[in-house]
């Protein structure tokens, strides 16, 4: 289990945060901002696993031997998809501050608070510029052990190029909602037209920034010789105060440049250094940062 059931009681109280909710299926924890007070009938939708059986249509389940559930006026879930980065250089830090182990943190975490509020929750795991495996869509906290033993069974190990994997994410058709991407952003060729694309179908996106404290701050000195994690390229240096200053500086840009795009483009930005406990991340900062409330 990948946190204890204490956490899990605080994630429970918390929701997910979309400036508009989506229309889909019936739990009744969210209220919609625009079809107005009424709680009569509106429509239908085909069943989906946790789905509470007091709302299926059993008349209409007798004549078509297929189950329905009833939509009302006002009751709205949220479709709520986490994107994984599972590239190689998630692979990296020691015990509690490893990134790939802290993304998958994260995700269970945000998982449990969707499924904890009866939304629609996905994963998508993205290796390679592919999607390499999803959790199906799931709703209610009976579908938790089955993401708990998902997300263990992941690993990260495969090379970067995420806008082809959030691009490859965005083409099966799926009900808009709220996509989180957690991420070392360590890409080549960016993330921004991929993420984009999800957006142009309709989705509201939040991005989790998630790095190693010696990322951030390198605690090197002298003559060495760098080995880029995912393509082995080889880079001699001599490193000296002046020079950590200037990587300190840059990386401080980046992360800053990051964060004006995402509030250009109104996405939901939250910059982590794995140092920082991951239940502080989702019941502090996530809350700070208007991703939950």
Excluded at 3 to 12: H, P, Q
Excluded at 230 to 250: C, H, M, P, W
Excluded at 257 to 284: F, N
């Amino acid at each position: 289990m990948l946190f204890d059931e204490s956490t899990l009681r605080k994630l429970n109280q918390l929701t997910l945060v979309a400036s508009r909710v989506r229309s889909g299926a019936i739990k009744g924890e969210r209220r919609s901002s625009h079809r107005g007070s009424s709680v009569e009938f509106a429509d239908y939708r085909n069943y989906t696993a946790g789905d509470d059986l007091r709302r299926l249509d059993w008349n209409i389940y007798a004549r078509l031997e297929k189950p329905f559930i009833k939509l009302l006026e006002e009751e709205e879930d949220l479709a709520v998809y986490v994107l994984i980065d599972g590239s190689r250089s998630m692979d990296w830090g020691d015990g509690e501050e490893h990134k790939f182990n802290y993304a998958l943190k994260l995700a269970a975490g945000i998982g449990a608070i969707a499924l904890g509020a009866g939304d629609l929750l996905s994963v998508g795991f993205l290796q390679g510029g592919r999607v390499a495996a999803e959790f199906s869509p799931s709703r209610g906290g009976y579908a938790l052990p089955r993401l708990f033993k998902f997300l263990e069974s992941l690993e990260a190990k495969a090379d970067t190029d995420l806008n082809a994997s959030l691009k490859a994410y965005s083409v099966p058709p799926r009900r808009a909602g709220l996509v989180v991407l957690i991420s070392d952003l360590f890409a080549a060729d960016g993330y921004e037209s991929g993420l984009r694309q999800l957006l142009s179908r309709g989705h509201e996106a939040a991005l989790i920034h998630v790095l190693s404290p010696d990322e951030v701050d390198p605690p090197l000195a002298g003559d060495l010789q760098l080995v880029d994690i995912e393509t082995d390229f080889q880079q001699d240096v001599s490193i000296d105060g002046g020079l950590r200053n200037l990587y300190k500086a840059r990386v401080h840009d980046w992360i800053q440049s990051i964060q004006t795009d995402c509030r250009k483009h109104g996405i939901r930005y939250l910059d982590l250094v794995t140092s920082q406990p991951w239940e502080q991340a989702l019941l502090l900062e996530m809350r700070r940062t208007g991703m939950v409330k």
